[in-house]
């Protein structure tokens, strides 16, 4: 696997390989790899000829009360992940290299609408700290595909419009969450969690799965199924932001005639904010 850590130098690789008409792939992340990231690896793997991924804590992204000084960096470990994988590159830029006039940009990717719901509410400036990174990341590379992991489906919807309606000229892919064996969604922030919350906080995908099931066998009163699970979390000790059921397409809450929902839910616990979320198609006739 190669590493480099200028736009010119990354440039020149997948130019070479474009020269050669090979397809790329590329997987964005800000390191601190766990075996989620690397699905994403294998799944661009089958997606294109070459796959380079990213390494970048962006700064604008976070909130200026939240963990960015203190987010996991560990990056011989994650650049030893990858290559294991099979990834062919990895950027490593600093942060001059991606802002080199100051993160704080003139130019900004809003993708309205997506960016101020969930948690986009709750983190202010979150999504377009993350969209406009993106967007410079997809200039820089000018991938075939883009890869991104289901388990941040808020991301995943905001960047997909964002393809659509700025016409970036690459396919987006999401790929399926990965968890650990009781069912905690893999997460670098789960780092922050102690060994007893870190059990604990299987309760989350425990929540999502009895509320899929729940509509699954023709329960529609969604106010009730979330005012449940929100007040089991407080029960549990857990903080949380929200609990929704939504419309998967675009995060509306649904209408009556809508079927393929999407439940989300956000919460912290100790030291750590944890999201999850779960698809669940709705039978189309009550259940008798
Ligand atoms: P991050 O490093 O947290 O910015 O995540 C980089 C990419 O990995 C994003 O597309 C995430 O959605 C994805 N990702 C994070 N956690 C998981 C997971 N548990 N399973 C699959 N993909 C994940």
Redesign the pocket.
């Known amino acids: 696997m190669q590493r480099v850590t200028t736009v010119a130098e990354l440039r020149a690789v997948v130019r070479a390989w474009r020269a050669q008409g090979l397809r790329t792939a590329f997987?964005?992340?800000?390191?601190?790899?766990?075996?989620?990231?690397l699905?994403?690896i294998t799944r661009a793997r089958e997606l294109a000829d070459r796959v380079v991924a990213s390494?970048f804590v962006?700064p604008t992204q976070f909130g200026p009360n939240e963990d960015y000084e203190r987010y996991p960096r560990t990056l011989e470990a994650d650049a030893s992940g990858l290559a294991q994988v099979g990834c062919d590159l990895l950027f490593q830029p600093g942060v001059a290299e991606v802002y080199p006039d100051g993160p704080q940009l003139d130019t900004r990717v809003s993708v309205e609408g997506l960016n101020g719901v969930l948690c986009g509410a709750v983190r202010p400036g979150h999504f377009d700290g993350?969209a406009t990174v993106v967007a410079k990341l997809l200039n820089f590379v000018g991938p075939d595909a883009l890869?991104?992991?289901?388990?941040?489906?808020q991301?995943?919807l905001v960047l997909r419009r964002m393809v659509r309606d700025l016409a970036f000229p690459v396919e987006v892919v999401g790929?399926?969450?990965?968890?650990e064996a009781h069912g905690l969604?893999?997460?670098?922030?789960n780092q922050y969690l102690s060994a007893a919350d870190r059990h604990h906080a299987g309760l989350l995908f425990h929540l999502l799965r009895g509320v899929r099931d729940a509509i699954r066998i023709g329960q529609t009163d969604y106010a009730a199924l979330s005012a449940a699970a929100l007040g089991e979390l407080h029960a549990q000790g857990f903080v949380p932001d929200y609990f929704e059921i939504r419309r998967a397409a675009d995060l509306a809450p649904p209408e009556s005639s809508d079927l393929d929902l999407v439940i989300l839910v956000a919460a912290r616990l100790g030291g750590a904010r944890l999201i999850d979320n779960l698809r669940v198609v709705r039978p189309t006739l009550p259940s008798v």
């Open positions: 997987v964005p992340t800000m390191g601190n790899l766990h075996a989620g990231h699905s994403l390494i962006n993350v890869v991104l992991g289901e388990k941040d489906y991301q995943l790929a399926p969450t990965a968890r969604a893999m997460s670098s922030r």
